[in-house]
C-alpha cells in the first residue's frame, strides 16, 4: 500500500493510471472502424485534472496515443526512436528526476519582473532553470551595471541560453548545472519559473541561504507559505508572479 502511493504521487505515475483506464474504456465503446487511440485520448485528457495534473499533460495526452499507434503503422527504423529520444534528453534534460518541464516567460511576464529589481544600485540576479535565457537577455540589456547569471541542466537550452546572452558576456552568465547545487547567498534576486513540484524545496532552500531583505520570485507558489506581493501578468498564459522578501514578515493569505 505504502508503495503505491508512493507511485501515485509521481506524475508518471498517475499518468499511467489514466492510460490503465482510457486506453481500455476506449477499446470497449469505439464504434466498430474507427480509431480507438483518438477516444482514448480524449477519455486521457478529461482525466487529467482528475488526477491533478499540470497543463502541458494535456498536449502530451492529446498525442501520445495517437502518434504511437502511427508510428507502428509505419513500420520506422528503431533508430527513428533513438533519435527522437536523443533529442528529448538534448532539450529536457533528466526531467524524471528534477520534476521541471519547460515553461518559457512571457515577454509581459519579463516587463513585470522588470519592475521588481531594485533601480537605485546594482544587484546581483539569478534565473535558477533560465532555459534559453530570454529573461536574462532582457534584463540584462537593460541593466548594464548589474550582473545577471542562468543556470540550466538540460544541454541544448543551456546551448541556446548561452548564443542568445553571447552579446552580453560582461554583465550575464549561463552556467550548467543543477540549482541544487548552486548557492543563493550572492543574490539579491532570483527568479524561479520551475515547477509546483519543486516550490516547497526552493523555499526551504531560499530560507536557508538567502540574504535578508532578498527577493524570491516565481510564477509558481510555495505550498502554505504567502507572498508578500503578487503581481498579475495580462498575458495568455494568466501568470501570477509571486513575490517573497526574505527574512520579512508575510500578512494575509
Known sequence: MHTAR???????????????????????????????????AMFALILVPVARLGPWWLVINAVFL????????LELSPLWALGALAALVLLYGGIWRSRVPIF?????????????????????????????????????SSRPESRFEGIEHALGLWLAARLRCRRLRKQCRVLRGNLWSRTLTQYDVVYAFLSPAVMERLWEKAQREMRPGTLLVSAFAVPHVSAHEHIEVADVFGTRLHVWRIGADRKGP
Open 6 to 40: 508512493q507511485i501515485l504521487k509521481a506524475p508518471i505515475g498517475r499518468a499511467g493510471v489514466i492510460y490503465s483506464l482510457s486506453v481500455p474504456l476506449a477499446l470497449a465503446v469505439a464504434p466498430r472502424g474507427l480509431p480507438w487511440e483518438f477516444l482514448a
Open 66 to 73: 495517437p502518434a504511437l499507434t502511427t508510428a507502428l503503422t
Open 104 to 140: 518559457f516567460s512571457s515577454r509581459r511576464a519579463q516587463a513585470a519582473l522588470a519592475t521588481l529589481l531594485p533601480s537605485d544600485r546594482s544587484i546581483s540576479f539569478l534565473d535558477v532553470g533560465c532555459g534559453d535565457g530570454r529573461v536574462l537577455a532582457r534584463l540584462a
